[in-house]
């Protein structure tokens, strides 16, 4: 079985830190790219960083400088380093696995929840 466990979340202050980790199983992790995603009350759920499995990164617009996405293949772990939080990063952040090959197919994870309030 495949599965993705986020961990992490939890209440910030505005401008502060939060790392958020991930844990994979069922895959082999170095072949897959990760994601993180979040979703806040009545949004879509929006792409927030991405990492490949040869080391590429890409963030959005609206985190880049602020987020850092990095992995350790030897843990089987993905973390997202938040920085400078903003009351607007309030959501359920999801981890996601992208399948190597044709196939297209990804896994998530369950979601942490951020909440970044004074």
């Known amino acids: 079985q495949v599965q993705l466990v986020e961990s992490g979340g939890g209440l910030v202050q505005p401008g502060g830190s939060l790392r958020l980790s991930c844990a994979a199983s069922?895959?082999?992790?170095?072949?897959?790219?990760m994601n993180w995603y979040r979703q806040a009350p009545g949004k879509q759920r929006e792409w927030v960083a991405s990492?490949?499995?040869?080391?590429?990164?890409n963030y959005a617009g609206s985190v880049k400088g602020r987020f850092t996405i990095s992995r350790d293949n030897a843990k089987s772990m993905v973390y997202l380093q938040m920085n400078s939080l903003k009351p607007e990063d309030t959501a359920k952040f999801y981890c996601?696995?992208?399948?190597?090959?044709?196939?297209?197919?990804?896994?998530w994870g369950q979601g942490t929840q951020v909440t970044v309030s004074s």
């Open positions: 990492l490949t499995s040869d080391g590429r990164t």
């Open positions: 996601n696995a992208i399948q190597p090959g044709q196939s297209g197919y990804d896994y």
């Open positions: 069922g895959i082999i992790f170095r072949m897959y790219a």
